[in-house]
């Protein structure tokens, strides 16, 4: 079993940053990929970006890439997401979520967090 715990929401203005933090506990975290996913009111879960267990990989959504940030450290059995330049339709629930190996199918991950509301203000 591993449990996630998701923080750092909020509401922030157009343009503004947030960084979320995701802690893990239980099975040897440095032995899964990580992934971030997002699902706004109406819309399906949405893949946000991964990173590969040793944190040599990293993949993005085109509608992040180049504003959101994904890093870990296995240390601190933490994955973070760093949003900067956000936009209104970044508005959503962000959840982080464990897989064997970098995916971007939602199906394809094992274990998931409990989400972190994110609210951006035009």
């Known amino acids: 079993q591993v449990q996630l715990v998701e923080s750092g929401g909020g509401l922030v203005q157009a343009g503004g940053s947030l960084r979320l933090s995701c802690a893990a506990s239980g099975r040897t975290f440095s032995s899964y990929a990580m992934g971030w996913f997002r699902q706004a009111p109406g819309k399906e879960r949405e893949f946000v970006a991964a990173?590969?267990?040793?944190?040599?990989?990293?993949y993005y959504a085109d509608s992040v890439k180049g504003r959101f940030t994904i890093s870990r450290d296995n240390a601190k059995n933490t994955v973070y997401l760093q949003m900067n330049s956000l936009k209104p339709e970044d508005t959503a629930v962000y959840y982080c979520?464990?897989?064997?190996?970098?995916?971007?199918?939602?199906?394809?991950?094992?274990?998931w967090g409990q989400g972190t509301q994110v609210t951006v203000s035009a």
């Open positions: 979520a464990v897989s064997i190996g970098v995916e971007l199918e939602p199906i394809l991950y094992s274990y």
């Open positions: 990173i590969s267990w040793s944190g040599g990989n990293t």
